[in-house]
């Protein structure tokens, strides 16, 4: 009988495997949002969920972005006793949904990301309209790799302090807890 050998073509799960979740909270003027970050294998999913109503229970549209994910090792933060680990997210796409007939009406009438075809429910790659003005406006281009740092506490899941002093590689040297939970 033979032995079944196991596949070495599957990717690792890392410890931030799974779903996270910050609960809804205002956005803007007229707006709630509820952000939800999937974390499988060496892949990163950031959901931008927006509402307008403050149980965020009346969507508008969901924008979502789509990351590569890489671990690192661990790092000693400038306390001196805390550690997190060091991870890189490089972007690779953005897609978004609108989720009403009016705010379809104002992205056609507008051209939004330089589209006249947005469509309820449809989701609409605009992976390379992100940065304009007429779009998302984003600062940075797709394949940017941004440096952070993180622990799991609990089921709260900590991050680096984006003002904080970096480390000789660029990563951050201070955690604080993110507001995203474990589900």
Request: charged share 25%.
């Given at each position: 009988c033979a032995e079944k050998e196991e596949s070495d073509d599957a990717e690792p799960t890392t410890f931030l495997e799974g779903t996270w979740k910050k609960a809804c909270s205002q956005s803007g003027s007229n707006s709630y949002s509820e952000y939800i970050m999937v974390y499988k294998n060496t892949s990163y999913t950031f959901y931008s969920n927006v509402y307008s109503d403050s149980a965020c229970s009346t969507a508008s549209r969901t924008i979502r972005y789509t990351y590569t994910l890489a671990v690192g090792s661990d790092a000693?933060?400038?306390?001196?006793?805390?550690?997190?680990?060091?991870?890189t997210q490089t972007t690779v796409g953005v897609y978004e949904t609108v989720k009403t007939d009016a705010l379809v009406s104002e992205?056609?009438?507008?051209?939004?990301?330089?589209?006249?075809d947005?469509?309820?429910?449809?989701?609409?790659?605009?992976?390379?309209k992100s940065t304009e003005d007429t779009c998302l406006d984003l600062d940075d281009a797709i394949?940017?790799?941004?440096?952070?740092?993180?622990k799991i506490k609990g089921t709260d899941l900590w991050w680096g302090v984006g003002t904080s002093d970096k480390d000789s590689e660029g990563y951050y040297t201070v955690i604080e807890d993110s507001g995203y939970d474990k589900q």
């Open positions: 000693t933060m400038a306390d001196g006793s805390t550690t997190a680990t060091k991870v992205l056609k009438s507008n051209s939004y990301c330089s589209a006249t947005w469509e309820k429910d449809v989701e609409k790659d605009i992976t390379s394949g940017t790799v941004y440096k952070d740092v993180i």
